[in-house]
Nanobody, 126 residues
Framework: QVQLVESGGGLVQAGGSLRLSCAASGRTISAYSMAWFRQTPGKEREFVAVINSSSGGTAYADSVKGRFTVSRDNAKNTAWLQMNSLKPEDMAVYYC???????????????????WGQGTQVTVSL
């Protein structure tokens, strides 16, 4: 089983950048689609971005397209989410998720992902 640990969250001013990391252990992530979700209090977990197992495909929520970039290095068993031009509405707990790769690598529903990290808080100040 794969264990996921996020890091890199913190406090940043609006317009700033953060890079989140998702380090995997237990098994290689090379056969998994890796996704990022975020959640604010009282709201459902929201899709942010996903990358397929071979880094050949990525998909983003409209709200982050052009500002966020998802990437991975299977040799390092790590995925990243580079977040630029951060806005106050990006403030949330960010979660890394993994799903065994299949023909539908770009799933956007949180319930499609069986593996989750513990989350990392991103706070954006004005």
């Amino acid at each position: 089983q794969v264990q996921l640990v996020e890091s890199g969250g913190g406090l940043v001013q609006a317009g700033g950048s953060l890079r989140l990391s998702c380090a995997a252990s237990g098994r290689t992530i090379s056969a998994y689609s890796m996704a990022w979700f975020r959640q604010t209090p009282g709201k459902e977990r929201e899709f942010v971005a996903v990358i397929n197992s071979s880094s050949g495909g990525t998909a983003y929520a409209d709200s982050v397209k052009g500002r966020f970039t998802v990437s991975r290095d299977n040799a390092k068993n790590t995925a990243w989410l580079q977040m630029n031009s951060l806005k106050p509405e990006d403030m949330a707990v960010y979660y890394c998720a993994a799903r065994p790769s299949d023909y539908r690598w770009d799933r956007r529903d949180f319930y499609d992902y069986p593996l989750w990290g513990q989350g990392t808080q991103v706070t954006v100040s004005l």
